[in-house]
């Protein structure tokens, strides 16, 4: 990828490797060229916790997937001259002594054949004139940083307490860094599974119920005559026709059929509490450690929450 105005964003907070993908840290800032507006320098953040920035020339590096790679080793960045990282642009004197260690010119190329990128000491004097206008600190993206004239468009902060640093997380950093995780947090929420409806329709079955009923049959009854009835018995001629009619009954069912209510069926719901497994993946954060130097102590490793 190259390494031009277009690549600013991409470049804080990137890592510095080597060629033989050795880390030497991170991009804390960027410095521009006045005239080209293109990326000319980097400080890389070195040491316990980034502490110690150090200028690398970016003209030759690569940038990809994997950070920003220099042709240069460990050694030879770790001995570079100190400069102040705090400063709006590299005055032409630091420049011109970054340029020389590092065994670039002004302009290109090696300051002298001889002179190798592995830290070796070098007698080689800088070649070419030293540009008037020198790299200028870019601290953010800004679409203004195309064009930058010596103002310094920078994330860099200080706090109350006077610490000064650059973070892609934040404006300020100090001597501790913070770590997060991602946690699940679960709740409820009513959803609709279903309905139930009521519904009724009319069927027709055969029912059988059983009624007394009465009717009244024919007896004949026969009394003597006495003298109680010998005065009706004789009341009539001697000898005579007669008819006699006596009208019989019975009882006959009657159906009739009425609509009488008989129950009420309504649907009700209760709650049935259970309980359910949910899963998903979460992220956190693991900071590692790199020393640089010689440090007492075992401080390489990685910090995450189990520890």
Do not use: C
Not at 39 to 61: D, H, M, Q, S, Y
Not at 83 to 105: F, I, K, N
Not at 262 to 285: I, Y
């Amino acid at each position: 990828m190259a390494i031009d105005k277009n690549a600013i964003s991409t470049l804080f907070g990137a890592d510095v490797l080597t060629n033989d993908d050795h880390r030497l840290g991170d991009v804390g800032q960027v410095y521009l060229d006045d005239e080209s507006g293109s990326p000319e320098w980097v400080t890389v953040r070195t040491g316990l916790f980034g502490t110690k920035e150090t200028f690398v020339p970016i003209r030759n590096a690569d940038l990809d997937e994997r950070g920003l790679r220099v042709p240069f080793d460990k050694q030879l960045v770790s001995d570079a001259p100190r400069v102040d990282a705090d400063q709006d642009h590299l005055s032409p004197e630091e420049e011109q002594e970054l340029y020389r260690h590092y065994g670039l010119t002004q302009a290109g190329g090696d300051a002298n054949d001889d002179r190798t990128r592995t830290g070796e000491t070098t007698t080689g004097t800088m070649t070419g004139d030293v540009d008037e206008r020198p790299a200028g600190l870019v601290g953010g993206v800004d679409e203004r940083s195309a064009g930058v004239t010596g103002d310094r468009y920078s994330d860099t902060n200080t706090d109350t307490a006077g610490t000064v640093g650059h973070d892609t997380s934040g404006p300020t950093t100090d001597e501790a860094m913070t770590r997060s995780e991602e946690r699940l947090r679960v709740g409820t929420e009513n959803v609709e599974t279903g309905r139930v409806r009521l519904r009724k329709h009319v069927v027709t079955e055969q029912q059988t119920v059983q009624v007394p009923v009465t009717r009244e049959e024919v007896t004949l009854e026969r009394e003597p005559i006495t003298d109680a009835n010998r005065g009706a018995a004789e009341a009539g001629p001697e000898l005579s026709d007669e008819e006699h009619e006596v009208i019989l009954h019975e009882e006959r069912p009657v159906i009739e059929k009425e609509v009488v209510p008989v129950e009420r069926v309504r649907v009700g719901k209760e709650t049935v509490e259970e309980t359910t497994t949910v899963s998903d993946q979460v992220r956190k954060e693991e900071i590692e450690t790199d020393t640089d130097g010689s440090i007492d102590g075992n401080v390489d490793g990685k910090v995450d929450g189990n520890r």
